[in-house]
């Protein structure tokens, strides 16, 4: 989803005040992509009612161009039907970012690089 990710998206141990930087606890090449998992993640309290995370992530269907029309099915279900859900088992969520272009800046330790993709 496209949710605007402040304070409410972080555990309370993580001690955020802030969004300066976000750590992050794993990184997973899905389809070809990477995706940042955030250290300390979670869905906003009041789940998928709350203003945080409003159900389909702030995406609908008419938002997209007609040049894309093939694709709205696929854009409806995914975003109007899914309930996303924390895990149970201790493991990390899945709540971060893809990484979209060929290169992103990323801070490792405090040190400011550019990665390519």
Do not use: C
Not at 11 to 24: F, I, N, P, W
Not at 53 to 80: N, Q, S, V
């Amino acid at each position: 989803g496209n949710a605007r990710l402040d304070e409410a998206w972080f555990t309370e141990s993580s001690g955020r005040s802030t969004l300066d930087m976000a750590g992050v606890g794993a990184i997973a090449k899905v389809g070809g992509m990477y995706f940042l998992a955030m250290r300390d993640g979670m869905l906003p309290e009041g789940g998928l009612s709350g203003e945080d995370y409003p159900l389909g992530g702030g995406f609908y269907p008419t938002d997209l161009k007609a040049d894309y029309h093939k694709h709205r099915e696929r854009w409806t279900f995914f975003h109007t039907q899914l309930k996303p859900v924390m895990p149970t088992d201790g493991s990390l969520p899945m709540i971060g970012t893809f990484l979209t272009g060929k290169s992103a800046v990323v801070y490792l330790d405090g040190v400011k690089m550019a990665v390519s993709l």
